[in-house]
């Protein structure tokens, strides 16, 4: 029903910015939610924010709060990832995810059915 494509991922010094694009391929006309995680090496994938369908509600992990920025165009079934003040902390592979489902449980990667492949995000100290 879904695909994920991330792309705009790459390297960029520390106090850089990137912005993450997710081009979502959607075969429903029902609303859904997506999700940015992001998974280091040898670590556990961890959320970083969520964005309603409408776009009025979105949350972030507090170790991004006031850096990132997420948003989406339903138009354009894009969701995005403003990344500001990047740390060397934030290197990751990002991964969007879609929930078609409600399921509520959008800070954990069990709430979301469909996933992107990655970007890569390297920030240099």
């Known amino acids: 029903q879904v695909q994920l494509v991330e792309s705009g991922g790459g390297v960029v010094q520390s106090g850089g910015s990137l912005r993450l694009s997710c081009a979502a391929s959607v075969r429903t006309s029902s609303p859904y939610t997506l999700g940015w995680f992001r998974q280091a090496p040898g670590k556990e994938r961890k959320f970083v924010a969520v964005?309603?369908?409408?776009?009025?509600?979105?949350s972030y992990a507090d170790f991004v709060k006031g850096r990132f920025a997420i948003s989406r165009d339903n138009v354009k079934n894009t969701v995005y990832l403003q990344m500001n003040s990047l740390k060397p902390e934030d290197t990751a592979v990002y991964y969007c995810?879609?929930?078609?489902?409600?399921?509520?449980?959008?800070?954990?990667?069990?709430?979301?059915?469909?996933w992107g492949q990655g970007t890569q995000v390297t920030v240099s100290s």
């Open positions: 964005i309603s369908w409408s776009g009025s509600y979105s």
């Open positions: 995810a879609a929930d078609l489902g409600g399921s509520g449980r959008y800070t954990m990667p069990s709430g979301y059915s469909y």
